[in-house]
């Protein structure tokens, strides 16, 4: 689960991370009371969308009065903002987040996140603050340091005096780093984050560290602990499907293809995804109905996979091990019938009751394409696409 800048950063000052002080703002009337608050000279207008880029798509702006300020929030509020994040079609700004100006003297990047291959807190930390850390990866990797946080010992002080060394910090800055990052692994660990991202994390004129910028990643299956962080999702930032796939149990994601598939297994799904691209087409989608999905389910899954406009066809890949694959046909059929089907539908079954699912599938009457195994259910349901 994501959340908003504003979001990250009042739960990252619960740890004591120095932030800027800011106010959120959902309408003109809470925008005033934001600038009036705040002490100028500078006031920053940052639209709170969850992408990133938003500076250089017009979502930042500074001001040098709260007259600015209230013109800035005016025409940022509401508007279409589109990043390298958002795709062409850009994100609306629902809310904007209002805070003080930072006399900068650096921009610095600094994050954590899990790192898979070695089931370790990683940091990771760049000269380069202000950029892509994709960007800074592919052109500068020798600008990117990296470190890993054992599990067993936690965040040691020499873990901030290495990242305040590579990072050429000095003075004052140098040793806020080490409480600096003490705090921020804290809050990243007490929230069961799966990422802290602090870009620019700027030195101040003053010597002084503070996360001028903040996103933060949660591990969606460690939200039941945490009801304070639930409660900050932002409905409107995700994919409706997406909400809706969630209420049934379901693990849907939007993809640009035009092939909607249905499988059961995050692995078989995957490999579903590789097979269509190998035979020149792309995925609609990936859905896992999961090992225990029921006809309702299934029905529940197709609607999804039909409201995207661009899917073309179907493909449903299922191997029966828990799930029966009879349980799977009548709910291919009941959704079929029930959604009148009006794209090609091709369905791969495997497992157990694999006969019986077949036989149901026959003997429905519907136009649905039988295939053999994989290579054979992605050659027919791409060969579709083009009749």
């Not at 600038?35 to 969850?50: E, N, S």
């Not at 620019?200 to 945490?226: G, S, W, Y």
């Amino acid at each position: 689960m994501n959340i908003h800048e504003y979001q990250a950063k009042a739960l990252l000052s619960r740890y004591d991370v120095p932030t800027p002080v800011g106010y959120p703002a959902l309408s003109e009337a809470e925008a005033k009371e934001a600038i009036a608050k705040l002490d100028g000279p500078v006031w920053v207008i940052k639209a709170q969308i969850h992408a990133g880029g938003r500076g250089l798509g017009g979502g930042v702006k500074l001001a040098k009065s709260p007259e600015e300020a209230l013109d800035w929030y005016k025409k940022i509020m509401g508007m279409q903002l589109v990043t390298h994040q958002t795709g062409p079609e850009g994100k609306k700004v629902e809310r904007v987040y209002i805070e003080d100006g930072s006399a900068i003297a650096r921009e610095l990047y600094l994050g954590m996140l899990i790192d898979r291959s070695t089931y370790r807190v990683t940091i990771i930390a760049s000269t380069e603050g202000g950029m892509n850390i994709e960007h800074v990866a592919e052109k500068t990797p020798e600008k990117i340091m990296t470190l890993s946080v054992d599990p067993v010992t936690g965040l040691l002080p020499f873990h901030g005096r290495r990242v305040a060394f590579g990072l050429g910090l000095t003075g004052s800055a140098a040793k806020e780093c080490v409480t600096f990052l003490e705090t921020m692994y804290r809050a990243f660990i007490d929230t069961d984050a799966s990422m802290v991202e602090i870009n620019p994390l700027v030195v101040t004129k003053d010597d002084k560290l503070v996360a001028l910028d903040a996103k933060m990643n949660f591990d969606d299956n460690a939200l039941f602990r945490h009801p304070d962080v639930f409660a900050l999702r932002d409905e409107t930032e995700e994919d409706p499907a997406e909400i809706e796939a969630t209420a049934h149990s379901l693990n849907y994601v939007k993809l640009d293809g035009d092939i909607g598939c249905m499988v059961n297994g995050a692995g078989l799904a995957m490999a579903t995804m590789d097979i269509i691209k190998l035979y020149g087409s792309s995925p609609a989608n990936f859905l896992d109905v999961g090992g225990g999905a029921t006809k309702e389910r299934v029905t529940a899954a197709f609607k999804i996979i039909l409201r995207d406009p661009n899917v073309k066809a179907i493909l449903v890949n299922i191997f029966g091990g828990i799930m029966r694959c009879d349980i799977i046909a009548e709910g291919v059929i009941a959704a079929a019938r029930e959604i009148n089907l009006h794209v090609p539908l091709v369905v791969r079954l495997e497992g157990t009751n694999v006969d019986l699912g077949k036989k149901i599938m026959v003997e429905s009457g519907l136009p649905i394409i039988s295939a053999d195994n994989l290579a054979d259910a992605a050659a027919k349901v791409v060969a579709t696409l083009k009749h």
